[in-house]
Every structure is written in C-alpha cells, then in structure tokens.
C-alpha cells in the first residue's frame, strides 16, 4: 500500500572511513588486515541496505590531506553494472563504487607521502551537511554515522571536533565510533554527547560480527536491545596555560578560557579579576571548655 | 479552693443529692462544694461531660443535669430563696455558660484519635510508615505523631473560605400548603443564617426577641406573616416588629443612593432602556421616562434592588472582616478612596486607565528586560577559537609513521579489485569461530558486557521483595532525614535528637535490615547482597557522620 510506504520511517546511515593509516598501529603493517577492514566495513553497509528498502547510505572517506565523497556518487558509471554470482545490483554497485575509489585515493595518499592526522572531524562535518540535505529531502528519516578509524586521539582538532559533536547533538544525529586502534577520549565524548555507541573490538578481524552487532540497530531499536554499556567518560578540560587536564580550575567569564591557576588579567581577552584572596573561613565556634 | 482554676461562676444555694451547697464553673470543669465544707464533693471535667439536659418549662423544680460519657447523670437543683425567676435566672446563666465551654473541650478525647485514625486511612504512605516503625518497636508512637506525622497534618489545615449569600435564598424557602388554608416554611440553619447576614436588622431583632420575649417558631411565624418578608410592602400603618426593619432598610439604600457609585468605570445613566420609539426618535418622545407606571411595579421593582443591594452588601462585610479582598472590592476600595481624596475629573481619567490597564497587561507574560551585554575583545584569538591542545595526551600518541610502500601497493592492488575476496570465499570475510567468539563477548554475561549486573537484577526480584523493599525505603528514607536534619548539631535539644536518631537507625537496622537481606538470600539466591547494597551504604554513611561527629567531640572536650 502506497500510505504504508510513506509512513515507514527511513533510515541514514553515513559511514565515515579513516583511510589514514600512518598512525594506525594495528593496520599500517598488515595490508591483507586492513584490506579485511574495508571489506568488512562494504558489508555491513550491504547489510544496513538490506534492513529496509528505504535505506539509505553514504560513505565518505579521509585522510591525511583529504577527505574524499566516496558513495553515492554523481554520475554514477553505469559501464560495468552487470550482475555478478547474483548478488543484487544495489550492493553490486555499492561494493565496487567503493572499493574503486578508494583504491584512488590510497594511490594518492601513497604518491604524497605524508604522514599525521587525519582529517576526520571534516570528514564529519561533510557526513552531518549530507544528513542536513537528506532531512530536507525525506520526511522521515533517522540519521546516525558510523565513524571507522583505526587512529588514536586527533587533539589538534579538538574544537572542530566539539563543533560537529554539538551540531550532530542538536540535529539528533547518532555519531558511533569503532575504534580500531588506541582510545580516543574525544571520540568517546562525541559519542556520549550525541547518545551513539562508542565500541573498541577487541580482535580486529572480527569486525563484521562487532559491526553488524552493535551497529546495526537503528536508534530507536537500541534501548530495547542489550548492548554493550556504556563506558564512563573524562571530561575533564585541559588548562589554557600548561594543557593538562583539570578537575578543578578557574573559567574567564568573559571568554570562558580555563586556567589551572588564578591570574589577575585573562590571557585571552584581557579581562581584569580582582584576587579572590584565600577562600573565607567560617569563624569557628567557641565550645565550652570543661574545667 | 486549692484549685489553680479561674472560677467562672458561682451559684450558692444549689441542691446536689438533696444536701445543699455551691456550684462552681470553672476553666475546666464542674465542681459543687458541699455548704460548711471545704473540699469539693463532685467534680465533672468538661471532657467528661457528654451533654446537658435542663429541665421542661412549667415544672416546680429547676433542674439541670449533667450526663457524662459513661452514663453517668449528675443533677443539680436551684433552690434559690428569691423564688422561680430568679432560680430560672440563674440554672439559665449556668447553662449558657457550660454551652460555651462544653463544646471546646467535647471533643478533645474522641477527636484526637479520630483524626489520628483518620490521617493513618487517608494517607498510605503515613500507614506503611507508622506499621514499620511503631508496630516493630524501632521508635515510639508519640515520636511517631511528633516528628513524622506533622508533614501530613498540615496539609489538612486550610483557610476556610466563607460562604457567601445566595441571592435566591428567600425564593427557595419553598412554602407548602397545609392542607386547611395554612403555609409551612421550611427553615434550615443555613437559611438562617442567610437572612441574619443580610437583613442585620433582622438578627438584631432576633437577639432582642428570642427568647425572652418569644420563642423562635413564634419569631418565625411573625416574620412570615409580616409585609416584610412580602413583596408588598405596605408597611405604614402596622405596628409590627418588622416595620421597624424595613424603615431602616430604607434609610440605608436613600444613603447608598446619594453617596453614589465610586466605581468611575460604571456609568449608571447609561443603562436606560431607550429605544427608538415610533417614528424613530424623532417624534415626541412619551413612555420612556414617564412615571405613569404602576405603583406596585414600582414596589416591586424596588423590593427587588433592595434584595440585591442587602445580599451584595452582606458579602462585602463578610469579605472584608475576614481581612481577604477580591480583586474587584479592592479595586473598588482603593479607586473609591483615590476619587473620594481628590475628586478632580482628571484622576478619574487617570484611575480608568489604570484599571483598564491593569486588565490588559499580564506581568509574567511580558519578556525580561534584556541585558546588555559586554563587549568581547580577544588579544589572543587563536586560542578563543581553538581551545586547549592536551600536550599530555600527544605526547602519548603514537608517533606517526610513514606506511611503507610496500605495503600502500598491495592494500591498493587488494582494493583495485572491482570485487572483493568474500565473492570467492565467503570465509574470507570472517572466519566463523571468529563470528561466534564476537557474538560470545557480546551477550550477556560476555566480557564486553560488564556493566549490566544490576540493571538485570530488577527483572529477577520477585514482586512481594520488591515491595518490600519499597517499604524499606520508605522507612529508611523517613528516619535518615531526620537525623541528618541534626547536623550540625548546635543546640543540645539537637545534639540529644542525633543520638536518639542514630540509636533508632541501629535498631531499623537490626530489626528491619537483616531480616529482609536473610529472607533474600534464601528465597532468591541470585540477587544477594545486590540489592540491599544502597541501603547499606545510606545507613553506614550516616553511622560513619556520628561517629566522626563524636570523635571531635571528644576532642574538644579534652
């Protein structure tokens, strides 16, 4: 019936890949592993197609230098869309898409030879304009993204990161992260912040049972189910003067730097604060002294 | 009299069992002191004493008697020299005075209970509270009312609002026929009490009349009978008890009239009835204020004002003795009193705006005033846009190397595939031993799935535990707030409170806690300790406070 199509809600997926491998310990001497990696991750985006036929998918990929749109694509070349050991046409497409492209840009990345973080939180942020454009175009969709990486903490992005957090919070997007390689307090937070699933598989080559696990339930699915709970998260801040994290410190209420220390004028804006002195003590009470 | 008691009054010559002597009424109870004697022979405490009776009209002997709870009658006789009247007089006096009295301490005994029982039936929760701690002897019943109870109790009292006068109420004193030419009237208390707080004149006339003069049934006759009551009130020529009301009702609204209506939003001219007559206004204008009208409407028109104005006027009072004003009385007081200072027509203006304003305006619905905010300079607005970089936690990082390239080229060649390994060989993707490991970790139970242990122990308690536990907390919760109100213990009635406090909460525990933790582990063994974990830790945190509370007590006495 047409009025039961149109009241299923669909679901979006966006898988942001980390195809930067110069700081993935676990992946960047074993290319048949990493090769696992992406297969398993091509699956498990058949596998979201194939919950329901309004599904819908989208993969973007980064690295080092770039982050690069993977799937759908634009113009989409139909040469080669012959049906292959009847695997429907959608996943037949999707799979080579994908592995097509990012075969070019791990030749890119492989003839540039750089070497650092990856540029993730934009990969993000084009994943979150993407979910921005779908909900103007369906009318009913949930949207999550699934973030793949096998890097540890990418701190010098830390605010960009806390910008797409925030804006996936308010757009009810789910960010989930997989993380492959060492763990990412940032990403944890990201995670509780949008109310996603942060999941560090203990063995990477099982990857595709922990994706299709723990990932695949839509949001709505995931209280009912019993998955894994979640983990307790550091938010502490770092100090402006020495970076380091503080439980207890003082904030610019003009600029809302943290520093670690009083100081009289803020280093960021130049405000002045009067010296708050030692903090008042409570006179005590005298008690009667026995004689 | 060895008595600390204030003698109300005292009656000599009052017979008691056929000895003479005097009776007194005192604070708190009846006493009769035998003549030539000095201690007192009878005493009835007014708590005692259920009702009064006196004895009927045209007896020889003045008598009243005094009937106690437990059926026991006392009488006493008036035996006063002066004859009938004056023992009358004074078995009279007697009796209205024991008619204060008696009622305030009446109900006292019963009340207290009944509303204790009453407060217990009403609140479950109170209920629940009192079977735990006073049944099981952890604190005592009147600890119980003091401290705990009183949240409860006070809910109950509230302001009582007065009932106000209906307008209809004469109307609904529906007569029925008598059957031979008479009328009933059927009079409640409520409806006496309608008529006195609107027509004052009437209950003064009450108050004089009744019951010297006559008694209430004949008052009522009269009232009935009289033009008063009727619509028609011819009241010149007869010489009735009411013609006297009825005057003063008419001096009262002739004063009404001329004083005016303060209200400057009320125009009372405009509610003239005009409307166009024959020839649309033009022609001669004849039957609109003419006074060729019927004498008797007229009358009638006028009972009628005067209802309503005595029944408006009867709220009015009754609003402003209780202290309490309408929004609208008190718009009308204080713009009344404004107009009556200055009487210039532009503070009338001035008081229509604002009442007209008052009603447009909703203070909570207008927006804050908005602050002015400051103006943010940066020196370093690098660091404002973004933020801290945790040196720490880079300097754990793992140091970035360059892939090699051998490495680059086989994961490409893997990639440039158009198909990947899982088409020739479905276990490439994942071996199943690898799949079922991850599906083991991720049950429950698995190593993954650490967390989990007390969210699935609310599912496996039984449903006569969980209650109970429910009630544990609720006691637990009561007598923790308590004690924790002691501190910091500044006055000694609160220092003595604590130790109470924490006395009760050891023998909560041990008569309340134990039982329940060993009842739960031999009925369902999975849950053990679990699920008593919290309240053990509320109980040991407050132990843990008295005993450091203690110890630095020690220490200052030292």
Known sequence: ?291 | MTSSEDVLLQVSNVRYQKKTGTLYVMNERLAWMMDNRDTVSVSHRYADIKLQKISPEGKSKIQLQVVLHDSAASTFQFTNVGGQAEQIRERDSVKDLLMQLLPKFKRKVNKELEEKNKLLTDNPTLLQLYKDLVISKVITSEEFWAQHAPKYVKENVGNKQPIGVSGAFLADIKPQTDGCNGLKYKLTSDIIESIFKTYPAVRRKHMEYVPHKMSESEFWTKFFQSHYFHRDRIHSGNKDIFTECAKIDDQDMDKEIDSGIKDPLVDINSFGDTTFSEGFGVGSDTSANSHTGNIVHQNMIKRFNQHSFMVLKACQHSITENGTAENGQKDAHTSSTVAKDDGDDEDVTVIKKRRIQEKLTYDDLESSSSNVAACLNLSRVDRYLHGPITDTNSSTDVPAEKVSSSVMRELIRLMESPLGSSHRNPAALITPALAINAVGELSPGGSLMKGFQHEASASMTPADIETDLKTLYLSVCELLRHFWACFPPTTPQLEEKATTMHETLHRFHAAKLKPFEDRVIRECSPLSHNITSHLNQLLNSAYRKFAIWQQRKMQHFR
């Open chain 1, 1 to 291: 019936m047409d009025t039961g199509e149109d009241l299923t809600e669909s679901s979006l997926l966006v898988v942001v890949l980390d195809v930067g491998l110069s700081r993935a310990t676990t992946l960047r001497n074993d290319p048949v592993l990493a090769g696992q990696v992406l297969e398993a991750v091509i699956a498990f985006s058949n596998a979201h197609m194939m919950m329901r036929l309004k599904n819908l998918l989208a993969l973007v990929a980064c690295d080092t230098e770039t982050t690069e749109w993977i799937y759908p694509e634009r113009k989409a070349d139909m040469s080669d869309l012959r049906q292959q050991d009847g695997q429907h046409e959608l996943f037949n497409e999707l799979e080579r898409t994908v592995r097509r492209k990012i075969a070019q840009l791990l030749k890119r990345s492989a003839g540039s030879n750089s070497k650092g973080e990856s540029m993730l939180s934009g990969a993000l942020g084009r994943a979150l304009c993407y979910v921005h454009r779908m909900q103007q175009e369906e009318r009913q969709l949930n949207a999550r993204v699934l973030v793949v990486t096998a890097n540890g903490q990418s701190v010098s992005q830390y605010m960009n990161f806390m910008n797409v957090f925030f804006t996936a919070q308010k757009q009810n997007v789910l960010i989930d992260v997989c993380c492959l390689g060492p763990e990412s307090s940032l990403l944890q937070q990201g995670c509780d912040i949008t109310g996603g699933q942060y999941f560090r598989p203990p063995q990477p080559q099982g990857l595709l049972q922990y994706l299709l696990w723990v990932f695949l339930p839509e949001p709505l699915l995931r209280n009912k189910l019993a998955l894994p709970p979640r983990v307790k998260v550091d938010y502490r801040a770092a100090c402006f003067c020495h970076r380091e994290l503080v439980d207890i410190g003082f904030v610019c209420s003009v600029c809302l730097s943290i520093v670690c220390k009083f100081s009289p004028i803020c280093t960021t804006c130049h405000t002045l604060f009067k010296n708050p002195g030692t903090l008042p003590i409570k006179p005590k009470r005298k008690k009667a002294k026995m004689v």
